[in-house]
T-cell receptor, first 114, second 112 residues
Framework: EADIYQTPRYLVIGTGKKITLECSQT?????MYWYQQDPGMELHLIHY???????EKGDLSSESTVSRIRTEHFPLTLESARPSHTSQYLC?????????????FGPGTRLTVT | GNSVTQMEGPVTLSEEAFLTINCTYT??????LFWYVQYPGEGLQLLLK?????DKGSNKGFEATYRKETTSFHLEKGSVQVSDSAVYFC???????????FGKGTKLSVKP
């Protein structure tokens, strides 16, 4: 069982609000990721981090930002939420080392912007 | 483009039917291959994996064999249950950002 947590699980918020989606893992993983999952189920990588103070943008352009001040914590922030940000956001992590290891996923945050 | 291709769903089966979900990939070299499952309202869970050619991953009655000749990693289960209803994602290692590359997902519905 993977120890990766996301809060909140569900969030309904009005346009223009600032929000932060939390993601934490207790496995000591160095690599962490944020995916946006559209209603058609496809996953799009929007941010990733190789470790503390490392953040990069993924394949899909996103207006969100991330930070990685501690190994276990990788929050995602939207400065001004819009209806187009309505989606499911999934956080994941993978262990250190070379090679392509499996990713462990949190339960997701379903965001609705009204 | 996406270098993991899996069969489009939805797939609807009766309980105890045989399941196959096809997955093929394009890659240089021999990346690790994975199947993930996503139950309604949840995140993705690793179902099984294979790290080299001819490896067979298995878990909970599901199996998939790494076939380098056909660049495939098809998911199979001999007798599905209603509780197997979920979305299944095939994935490969080797993404340019150290990530996994996922297929678009296949939704499976199993009827009693």
């Amino acid at each position: 069982e993977a120890d990766i947590y996301q809060t909140p699980r569900y969030l309904v918020i009005g346009t223009g609000k600032k929000i932060t989606l939390e993601c934490s893992q207790t496995m000591g993983h160095d690599k962490m990721y944020w995916y946006q999952q559209d209603p058609g189920m496809e996953l799009h990588l929007i941010h990733y981090s190789y470790g503390v103070n490392s953040t990069e943008k993924g394949d899909l352009s996103s207006e969100s930002t991330v930070s990685r001040i501690r190994t276990e914590h990788f929050p995602l922030t939207l400065e001004s939420a819009r209806p187009s940000h309505t989606s499911q956001y999934l956080c994941a992590s993978s262990p250190p080392g070379t090679g392509w290891y499996e990713q462990y996923f949190g339960p997701g945050t379903r965001l609705t912007v009204t | 483009g996406n270098s993991v291709t899996q069969m489009e769903g939805p797939v609807t089966l009766s309980e105890e039917a045989f399941l196959t979900i096809n997955c093929t990939y394009t890659a240089t070299g021999y990346p690790s291959l994975f199947w993930y499952v996503q139950y309604p309202g949840e995140g993705l869970q690793l179902l099984l994996k294979a790290t080299k050619a001819d490896d067979k991953g298995s878990n909970k009655g599901f199996e998939a064999t790494y076939r380098k000749e056909t660049t495939s990693f098809h998911l199979e289960k001999g007798s599905v249950q209603v509780s197997d209803s979920a979305v299944y994602f095939c994935a490969r290692g080797g993404g340019s950002q150290g990530n996994l590359i996922f297929g678009k997902g296949t939704k499976l519905s199993v009827k009693p």
